[in-house]
């Protein structure tokens, strides 16, 4: 699995204007290969008279799905170069539309794949991006006399602590980096004097 990737922080949109052809670039953050496609169509059906609406979206951490579409314009100028920008900025989970409008001077084929990819890469810059780390899941069952503090040593030593479950105990799940497992458990062991147990979980990723 990779140990990490960079995702979009937000929706947003960047515009510019090459040789008098407007192109607004919409990014968004897709957990899923259906929504990218429903953001697509949004998008789409937001700019209805532009002349071409291109896409390139990438799900997967590892990039396991990825799509693009010129839309019309000349085969391999507009969703594969947006795709390449998406890729060798190592931006995963996310949808991109180029919205063009188009402004009476053509742009030949090389200026094509300039503007699509150059406005994406535009577009990560101005609208900014986040790194989510792999982490492993693990859940810390400790005593209610106890888990005040352990929550407060948690977050006092950089731990991510995703969720607490108050029940007969006090079960917190925290996200633990896999080379780190060790050493939480010998300091979960010495912070609560034994008291606390850990259970490893599943995988995840969080924000670095």
Known sequence: MQEQYLTVTREGVHETEINRSRFLCALAPAATEQEAQDFVARVRREHPTATHNCFAYVIGADAAVQKASDDGEPGGTAGVPMLQMLLRRDVRYVAAVVTRYYGGVKLGAGGLIRAYGGVVGEALDAIGTVTRRRYRLATV????????????????????????????????????????????????????????????????????
């Open 141 to 208: 069952t400790v005593d209610h006399q106890r888990a005040g503090k352990l929550r407060h040593d948690l977050r006092a030593t950089g731990r991510s602590v995703r969720d607490v479950r108050y029940a007969d105990a006090v079960r917190i799940e925290v996200g633990l980096p896999d080379a780190d497992v060790d050493a939480f458990r010998g300091w979960l062991a010495d912070t609560t004097a034994g008291a606390a147990t850990l259970e490893l979980g599943g995988e995840a990723y969080g924000d670095a």
